[in-house]
């Protein structure tokens, strides 16, 4: 007997995402097959002792230009520092944390760098681990296509 798959849905090229644990809704993404990890752009990120003596990495998510912006950092308690190429080839250690992105109007969670993505036009970077978590596939050329599903259900009657 066949296993029965699941069908997998189309993301575009670039994709509004939700972040309900930050509290962030519609923040621009890019999609990048060449990725494994997504990106989140944060800055001044570094790693505090918590009074007990375990480490706390803080953040501040997104800058000041952001819209979303709102000057208060985040903590994680649970964060690895891990080798990651970035585009160029260039091997970085950057902190991973899991947190939960919202596409199609469905959480999923995933693992995410944390880098300074002051340079690039888009703070969110998804890559290839929740392409395949989330049984996407990419069409170039559609961008949106998360949103305008979930405005589309929520305009019928």
């Known amino acids: 007997m066949k ?4 069908p997998k849905r ?3 090229r670039r994709e509004l995402v939700d972040f309900p644990q930050f509290k962030l809704w519609g923040v621009e993404a890019k999609v990048d097959t060449g990725a494994f990890t997504g990106a989140l752009h944060c800055s001044n990120i570094h790693v505090e002792p918590l009074p007990d003596g375990r480490p706390v990495l803080r953040v501040l998510l997104l800058d000041a230009e952001h819209p979303q912006f709102n000057g208060r950092p985040l903590e994680f308690a649970d964060f690895t ?3 990651i190429k970035s585009s160029n080839g260039d091997v970085q250690e950057r902190y991973v944390i899991r947190t939960v992105i919202r596409l ?3 959480d999923f969670d995933t693992e995410f760098s944390l880098s300074d993505r002051s340079d690039m036009r888009y703070p969110v ?4 681990l929740l392409l395949r978590r989330g049984r996407f596939v990419v069409d170039v ?3 949106n296509v ?8 929520k305009s019928r009657p």
């Open 81 to 83: 520092l891990r080798d």
């Open 125 to 128: 970077l998804i890559g290839r």
């Open 141 to 143: 050329a559609r961008r």
């Open 10 to 12: 189309v993301v575009g």
């Open 104 to 106: 199609f109007g469905e």
């Open 146 to 153: 998360s949103y305008r599903f979930l405005n589309a259900a």
């Open 3 to 6: 296993k029965q798959r699941i």
